[in-house]
């Protein structure tokens, strides 16, 4: 059984950080396609960053050079480092993981590539 737990969220000051973590169990993060995605609210689900299993990195435009996704092997953990928060990227946070093997057909960025979902956690940015 596949789990992902996210912490770190909470309330920060626009300009300020956070450091998401996403514990894995079941599947090891080093083998499979993760992703982070936040939903706002009345807003659609969108992918932050992805990670392959190669290391290869993709960040969506509003967050690049901001955060700054990484693995750790050992402890089965992916996290995201925020840095420079703006009130827009108040959102749930959700970390996924895709166990298909292959690519997925619908592109790493969509949201019905990935098999399993953390439960989210809160970030909220104040300006």
């Known amino acids: 059984q596949v789990q992902l737990v996210e912490s770190g969220g909470g309330l920060v000051q626009a300009g300020g950080s956070l450091r998401l973590s996403c514990a894995a169990s079941?599947?090891?993060?080093?083998?499979?396609?993760m992703g982070w995605f936040r939903q706002a609210p009345g807003k659609e689900r969108e992918c932050v960053v992805t990670?392959?299993?190669?290391?290869?990195?993709v960040y969506t435009d509003s967050v690049k050079g901001r955060f700054t996704i990484s693995r750790d092997n050992a402890k089965n953990t992916v996290a995201l480092e925020m840095n420079s928060l703006k009130p827009e990227d108040t959102a749930v946070y959700y970390c996924?993981?895709?166990?298909?093997?292959?690519?997925?057909?619908?592109?790493?960025?969509?949201?019905?590539?990935?098999?399993?979902w953390g439960q989210g956690t809160q970030v909220t940015v104040s300006s």
């Open positions: 990670i392959r299993s190669d290391g290869v990195t």
């Open positions: 079941g599947r090891a993060v080093s083998s499979n396609l």
């Open positions: 996924a993981l895709r166990a298909a093997p292959g690519r997925a057909p619908g592109g790493s960025r969509w949201k019905g590539s990935y098999d399993y």
